[in-house]
């Protein structure tokens, strides 16, 4: 288990260069079972979840290297076609190898998906996508077995909007016969980003970032060529150093931020009194004069403000003058985080899907990270609080963001070294 120790007080200020974006680079690296030649992504965020993914894609055949910040991967020969729990179940990311798998080798087992514990978090969007597409699919238990012989483009309207979905769907539309028109897709910038790589591919594909995407399948030709690409900035780990800055009341420069996907934990930092400069992909925060809560926040699919931001808002808004209510609309169980920061001295009121947060006296103490952007939270009212504090379990947090204590303490935190 890993620990983090925090004396908390101090201000975060410097420059933090922006990590690549862990759910930009996920489906990436799914998608490179697509092509038997060689994928670089350059600017790869060294995380746990990356490892995994790179761990199952050593396991069906490929294989994969590090060469500085670049991965490398060749899946020349992939032998298999299974993803064992084992693996599988370390990240939710791996069920995109389902779409992945299918259009490779028209098959796929897959033996259920992991991640953090936010919510029920179903896969029927995803098998119904394989269907429409030609593929049967049989589940049991998390276990999915899919098999596609002769997958045919099709038109396909999800009746929910869902990043993985839509991201497994397009997985599987390049390597199915004809066009496959998908509806109510995911907005998201990292479906966006996805649909960029496999373009820079060779895929056809229109649409990426609105409702509608349209892949034009290879017509029986299932194999993409490679490429190189450089993974984009991460949103979410740009948006928690803003908030641990606000926390803090720091002043930090966020080298490499994805500005332009940022627009709405940009629009709540100034709400809360933020100031900041945006300069060709940098941006420079001030938060010395943040102090009012924002009365009401509810997360929203993009471009509202992100599920994963939700807890770090949380431990911001426990700073600031005033009362925050917090709607959490697209994961049913993400509030675990909050009984945790109650430890801290956090006011809060935890209501079904709603939360109030008032003005705190936070103080260290002995908390558990319950999820990875959760864990990040923690991280944020520990540097915000008087005192040490010790969170356990920040494995989780390591699963998403890159050299993270080393990265605090460049900016000023105090965490010792072990
Ligand atoms: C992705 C992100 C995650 C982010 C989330 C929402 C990755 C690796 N993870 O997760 O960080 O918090 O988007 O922006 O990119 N749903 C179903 N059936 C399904 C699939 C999803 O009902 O088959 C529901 C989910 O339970 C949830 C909602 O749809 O309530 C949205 O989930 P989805 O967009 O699929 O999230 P992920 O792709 O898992």
Known sequence: MVVYQILGGRRLCGTVTVQGSKNAVLPMIAAAVLTKEEVVLEGCPKISDVEDMAEIVRSLGGTVWWERNALHMNCEKIEKSRVEGALSKRLRASLLFLGS?????????????????????????????????????FEEDGTIRAKADHPKGA?????????????????????AEGATRLEHCAREPEVVHLCR??????????????????????????????????????????????????ATRGHLTLSGAPLDEMGAVLSLYQKI???????????????????????YVETEKYPGFP????????????TLEGKSCICENVFEDRLRTAEELQKMGGTLQICGKWLTAEKSRLHGAEVVSQDLRGGAA????????????????????ERGYERHPETLRDIGAKIPVE
Not at 165 to 170: G, L, S, Y
Not at 203 to 209: L, R
Not at 378 to 397: D, K, N, P, W, Y
């Open 101 to 137: 798998l299918l259009a490779r080798t028209g098959e796929a087992y897959f033996a259920g998906a992991g991640g953090c514990r936010i919510g029920k978090r179903p896969t029927d969007l995803h098998q119904r996508a394989m269907e429409l597409l030609g593929a049967e699919v």
């Open 155 to 175: 038109v396909l309207c999800f009746p929910k909007k869902s990043v993985g979905a839509t991201e497994n769907a397009v997985l599987f539309a390049v390597g």
């Open 197 to 246: 790589f496999l373009k820079a591919m060779g895929a056809e594909i229109t649409g990426e970032g609105t409702e509608q995407i349209t892949v034009y399948g290879r017509q029986g030709k299932r194999l993409l060529s490679g490429c190189r690409y450089r993974v984009p900035g991460d949103r979410i780990a740009a948006g928690t150093y803003l908030l641990m800055g606000a």
């Open 273 to 295: 009194g933020g100031q900041y400069t945006r300069k060709s992909g940098t941006l420079v925060a001030d938060s010395k004069n943040v102090q009012h809560a924002v009365p």
């Open 307 to 318: 599920t994963d931001l939700q807890s770090l808002y949380l431990a911001a808004a426990m």
């Open 378 to 397: 923690l991280v944020s009212a520990a540097l915000a609080a008087e005192g040490f504090s010790t969170i356990r379990q920040t494995e989780l947090v």
